[in-house]
């Protein structure tokens, strides 16, 4: 019988049955990691997908899971909507979980951020978020380099999310704006760079598909001034015809541009270094979430009393509030009374 950590599913739609179930199986099947993980099948919840049935997946029900995996050696991915997240979180804690990974974002917002804290107080329960662009290959080279500090200091941060999003956004995922669904990675991503900051503006747009409006589903933009100097600018558009996760360094002698894997399609980042002496650009294999699910059960099997609270925890939380801030600038009434809309043909 393996030694290893069971694992629970709790929702299983776009990312726990595309996302996070994918990247199980790999590592479960893995020589390097099969032994982090219980021989069990993984048990999945939800109530209105109903997954079906697998050699190595079981649906189940929440009441009936403890049954099943022992709560004490148990992973929970809870994937449920972030407007979903804290009653789920309760019902987990009551059943005795305690090693629960949030899907991002955290929270929808502050309020929301305050209860699954408080949550995780009274439970005692050791959350760590899916933040996989901080454990990025792509983003460990870019800290190196900012460390090394070839290129002088840091001065501006500019990062580009563009996809195609209008399924989704139309079936109502629970995300209830644009700021909810890339963002959350690229603000914890420039936090972590350039240290923490404030909200200075911030805005977005409408999504209209075939007449129907999707409020504040568009785009989304925020910008930041860091403590350290350095600002940000981030947009996102989820009405683009293309896919795009870029980040753009702007250094006092040098330029950094990052490509992260445009979707799970593929596991490779691009990097380009622009400088004095001329452009040069490597490829990078960045399977960005296997890594990070591999370094997050490494850390739940290890000793309790010596782990401390998931390091990235905290930046996560940040950026929960950050967006917070921003979401409530950007619901500010545009002068002269009109709606900004980004159209779907």
């Known amino acids: 019988m393996s030694n290893g950590l069971g694992t629970l599913l709790v929702g299983m739609g776009r990312a726990g049955s595309g996302l996070h179930l994918p990247v199980l199986r790999r590592l479960r099947g893995a020589p390097g990691t099969a032994h982090l993980f219980a021989a069990a099948p993984v048990l999945a919840v939800d109530p209105h997908r109903g997954p079906a049935p697998a050699a190595d997946l079981r649906p189940t029900t929440l009441a009936e899971a403890p049954r099943l995996l022992d709560p004490a050696r148990t992973v929970v991915h809870l994937c449920t909507p972030p407007t979903e997240r804290a009653a789920a979180l309760e019902a987990l804690g009551r059943l005795g979980y305690r ?121 989304a933009w925020l910008n930041l001034q860091h403590d350290s100097g350095v600002w940000t600018r981030i947009r996102s558009d989820l009405t683009s015809p293309v896919r795009e996760r870029r980040v753009t360094l702007e250094l006092a002698h040098g330029t950094l541009i990052g490509h992260f894997p445009g979707s799970e399609a593929d596991a490779y980042a691009r990097l380009t270094v622009i400088d004095r002496d001329g452009e040069s650009t490597e490829l990078l294999h960045d399977d960005a979430l296997g890594g990070f699910l591999e370094h997050t059960y490494r850390y739940y099997a290890a000793d309790g009393d010596r782990r401390g609270p998931h390091p990235d925890l905290a930046v996560n939380a940040q950026v929960v509030r950050l967006l917070d801030r921003a979401k409530a600038i950007a619901a500010r009434p545009v002068p002269g009374g009109a709606r900004r809309t980004a159209a779907a043909r």
């Open 99 to 219: 090693r629960v990974l949030l899907e991002k974002p955290v929270a929808a917002d502050s309020r929301g951020l305050d209860e699954l804290l408080a949550l995780r107080d009274r439970y005692g329960l050791d959350l760590a978020v899916v933040a996989q662009w901080l454990g990025s290959r792509l983003t460990d080279r870019l800290r190196t380099l900012l460390a090394r500090d070839a290129y002088g200091p840091l001065r501006t941060v500019h990062v580009v999310q563009r996809k195609p999003r209008f399924s989704r956004s139309l079936a109502g995922d629970g995300h209830p704006t644009a700021f909810d669904v890339e963002l959350p990675h690229s603000l914890g991503l420039c936090l972590a760079l350039a240290g923490p900051g404030r909200v200075t503006g911030a805005g977005g747009t409408d999504m209209v598909v075939g007449g129907r409006v999707l409020p504040r589903l568009g785009t």
